[in-house]
């Protein structure tokens, strides 16, 4: 599997383009600068296969409409926060408008999915789905069991986590999401919304919202 992240945005959002032998492609997070991200797509001859989204936020999300209309793919977002992100309390100003709703199904993403259809496979790529709220209240992260790497979006940051004092935003529900990504091997690579990746492994050592209370 190859991955190629694209920093986007004012807030600096880890966009994943990622895909394996078959050049149908994973778009993790496409959240601004939709016409830089096709580039990357063109430039690897990759088609799109699906949009997994970490949630619903504005900064993690804006390009999705754009992108979508050039190449339509399955939409991947938790019901929980399909139902405020094209709404106008998602929006971000002066930075980001309210999102644009692509013209698709949606969602296609809800609890039923995530309990009866993990594994996940899409083309090549094979995930789990795993359902993180807190941040907000559909935010789920996405794990490649192959490859051992996971996108944690607004979850888990090196040394931080997500913040909860935004509306959906719950910090007890949130202390249970992170339990669960710190069962994951201590090897896994975690590359989250924003900021450098790290490791399981280290932030059990070094995050203070990893450590038992």
Not at 9 to 36: E, Q, T
Request: glycine share 8%; hydrophobic share 35%.
């Amino acid at each position: 599997m190859k991955t190629k992240l694209i920093t986007v945005g004012a807030y600096s959002v880890n966009c994943a383009i990622i895909w394996g032998d078959a050049k149908r492609a994973l778009i993790i997070d496409p959240g601004f600068d939709a016409p830089h991200i096709q580039n990357h797509l063109k430039t690897n001859n990759l088609t799109v296969a699906g949009y997994l989204l970490t949630h619903g936020h504005a900064d993690h999300i804006n390009a999705l409409a754009e992108l979508h209309a050039s190449n339509p793919a399955l939409i991947y977002l938790h019901t929980e926060d399909e139902k405020w992100t094209f709404t106008a309390v998602n929006q971000i100003p002066p930075h980001y408008p309210v999102p644009p709703k692509p013209h698709a199904n949606l969602p296609t993403l809800g609890k039923n999915e995530l309990k009866f259809s993990n594994p996940w496979k899409i083309a090549d790529l094979t995930f789990q789905t795993l359902e993180t709220p807190g941040h907000t209240p559909g935010g789920v992260c996405y794990w490649f069991t192959n490859e051992n790497i996971c996108f944690t979006g607004d979850t888990l940051f090196k040394g931080s986590c997500g913040r909860t004092d935004l509306p959906g935003g719950d910090g007890r529900i949130l202390a249970k999401s992170l339990e669960k990504l710190a069962a994951l091997p201590p090897e896994t690579r975690i590359i989250p919304g924003h900021g450098d990746e790290t490791t399981i492994s280290h932030e059990l050592k070094t995050n203070f919202f990893l450590q038992p209370h």
